[in-house]
């Protein structure tokens, strides 16, 4: 595991330096992890390092070298060495043909997310990208990380392994047994770390070992998450053949708010709300986050598309395919938990409409394509503003629903024999088995190699194209059809976003072309009263309902601090949510195809 390995430096053949970190956290209350870099076998006069800008399974540049102070530099007999800092992310030592280094920095972490860092009295977490710094050019050296907790009853946990103990002393490091091995710096960032207290839970799934570590209080049920979380784990094996791995690492954080995941290819980091459990429709959502990140340890940890291939950590990494990575990912974190006979097939059509409506109700989804989406993850998903929903869709939502309508086209044309299951399975044996990136046109070509169809129209259509997807069209076969609801009794349309921030109904966003938009109305306008009586976020909907379409009201609010009345015409009403049911009369062959993709008898299905 630590044997030594070579690098080539101005034509010569020299023993590689070995590379270990120390994390410390003495004092957890000040949220400063104490880090120290050591490099052995330096063989030249200068030491670049560098700090990644940003984490694979999260698009977005977040500049983590903002929270590192107090760097410095010396040598193996402790004088310091000159250094500065050249970029952002970019430290420049002169080693003066030193061939030991110790490099000493702090990370601030009071962040508690999947892909940052959060150090407090409870626990330390943190993700290695916002952490550890790389040597450009070595990235592939392996590195050793010892872990020393503040106090003798925390425990360490990531999915690397352990170095024994005559392993880490070979290393230069004195151990309590808590050294990791990573191979190179791709593993080490693709490893968080917890450290404190939390729970641990061991159990097997599909003759593998793994391990549950919960940190926080809640409701959940262990012993039904890890029931479920198994069944889902026996579900995507079955798709794929089998685990990738030989243990494998759920962390879930249990947290005031927020939820989210980050996958990694023997790990995910869960953040959940700590109260979210007991609702049926809340647990839903998070087992529906169970199923989207393990997926990933298939789609995006080991198939990926060509961008993603080779990470760079010093900027943003480009592709068009996001809407397959995530998008499709998240299509089956809906159908996962059904084939797992968590939920029924009337929670996974009400799932499914709940997408569609999301979806339906954005205007960006007429303005940016899903290839375009992905493309520009790095300047927009992470990035929402005023007019971010008049002007972009989502890749995780648009490349779910499209992979929705490729699942349904490939069923209806081979009668159930095929599906968007196939698409999975032939990528992974094309690419991700062998980690080869793909290319927008490879992934083009399995899907209509799979299909049996052309799929030129389609791709130009709805994934590189802004066309409504035409879900009537994909779901008929099926005995199904999509309708919006209780139009009857929605308000005339306006086409404002209000929220009620610290005592002040805000207006958040206005749709492009609305009444309100026509108007002059900002996001940003603090609403006051319509027609002269005051009107709140809660009661705005309420309140419109009083009114017919092209009926004339006087809106009133502060813009930019000055008072304004505005007159604003209203338009007929939008729907507002749409729902999967099933079509009168279905023949024979929709009620196949129907049993056939989900299961169940469509006569015996009532939404």
């Given at each position: ?45 200068q030491l670049d390092l560098k700090m990644p800008v940003w ?111 005559a392993e880490a002393e070979s290393w230069g490091i004195k ?433």
């Open positions: 595991m630590t044997e030594a390995t070579s690098v080539r430096s101005n034509n010569v053949l020299t023993t590689s330096p070995k590379l270990s970190y120390q994390v410390a956290m003495s004092q957890p209350t000040s949220h400063l992890f104490e880090v120290t870099l050591q490099v052995k076998n330096w063989q030249a006069e984490t694979p399974g999260s698009y977005l540049v977040r500049e983590y070298s903002k929270h590192l102070q107090d760097f410095s530099a010396t040598a193996s007999n402790g004088k310091p060495l000159v250094w500065q800092k050249i970029k952002k992310n970019h430290w420049q030592i002169k080693t003066v043909g030193g061939t030991e280094i110790k490099v000493s920095y702090r990370i601030f972490a009071n962040d508690l997310t999947v892909r940052t860092n959060h150090l407090d009295v409870t626990h330390g977490y943190f993700n290695p990208a916002a952490l550890c710094f790389y040597l450009p050019g070595l990235e592939q050296l392996p590195i050793a990380i010892a872990i020393a907790p503040p106090y003798p009853s925390w425990q360490v946990t990531t999915p690397l392994p352990l170095l024994a103990a151990t309590d047994g808590k050294v990791f091995f990573a191979s190179d710096f791709d593993t080490l960032v693709d490893s968080p770390f917890e450290i404190g207290n939390h729970q641990i839970y061991n159990f097997e799934a599909e003759s593998k070992s793994h391990q549950l570590a919960v940190w926080g209080e809640g409701n959940a049920k262990i012993a039904k998450i890890i029931l479920d979380i198994q069944r889902i784990i026996a579900v995507e094996a079955k798709m794929f053949g089998g685990l990738p791995y030989d243990n494998y690492l759920f962390l879930l954080h249990l947290a005031t708010s927020g939820a989210g995941g980050l996958e990694h290819k023997n790990a995910c980091t869960l953040n959940y709300h700590r109260f979210g459990f007991r609702q049926p429709d809340k647990y839903h959502r998070f087992i529906q986050l169970v199923a989207h990140e393990f997926f990933h340890l298939w789609n995006v940890k080991r198939l990926r598309p060509k961008g993603l291939e080779v990470f760079d950590y010093d900027g943003e990494n480009y592709t068009p395919s996001l809407w397959f990575s995530e998008g499709t990912t998240s299509y089956y974190d809906l159908v996962i938990p059904y084939r797992a006979q968590i939920y029924d097939c009337k929670a996974y059509l009400d799932g499914l409409s709940k997408e569609i409506t999301r979806l339906q109700t954005i205007p960006g989804r007429l303005v940016q394509p899903a290839s375009e989406s992905s493309f520009d993850a790095w300047i927009k998903l992470y990035r929402q503003e005023a007019n971010s929903n008049n002007s972009q869709i989502s890749y995780y939502l648009k490349g779910e629903m499209v992979s929705l309508l490729l699942d349904l086209l490939i069923r209806a044309r081979h009668k159930n024999q095929r599906s968007l299951d196939d698409v999975m399975v032939k990528m992974w044996q094309d690419f991700g088995k062998i980690e080869v990136g793909f290319t927008p046109a490879e992934l083009k070509a399995v899907i209509e190699t799979v299909a049996d169809t052309n799929l030129d129209d389609f791709f130009a259509n709805y994934i590189d194209g802004t066309e409504e997807l035409p879900f009537n069209e994909y779901l008929a076969p099926f005995g199904l059809q999509l309708v919006f609801e209780n139009q009857e009794d929605l308000p005339p349309f306006i086409g404002i976003t209000v929220k009620n921030e610290g005592g002040h109904d805000i207006i958040k966003f206005v749709e492009t072309a609305s009444p309100a938009q026509a108007a002059s109305l900002d996001a940003g306008d603090e609403l006051l009263a319509i027609n002269g009586w005051r009107v709140t976020a809660e009661q705005i909907g309420d309140r419109l309902k009083d009114y017919q379409p092209g009926d004339t009201i006087e809106v009133t609010v502060f813009h930019q601090d000055r008072l304004r009345i505005v007159s604003v015409t209203l338009a007929q009403p939008r729907p507002n949510r749409y729902q999967i049911i099933p079509v009168e009369n279905p023949n024979s062959i929709q009620q196949e195809n129907f049993a056939g993709w989900l299961g169940v008898k469509l006569p015996n299905f009532e939404v």
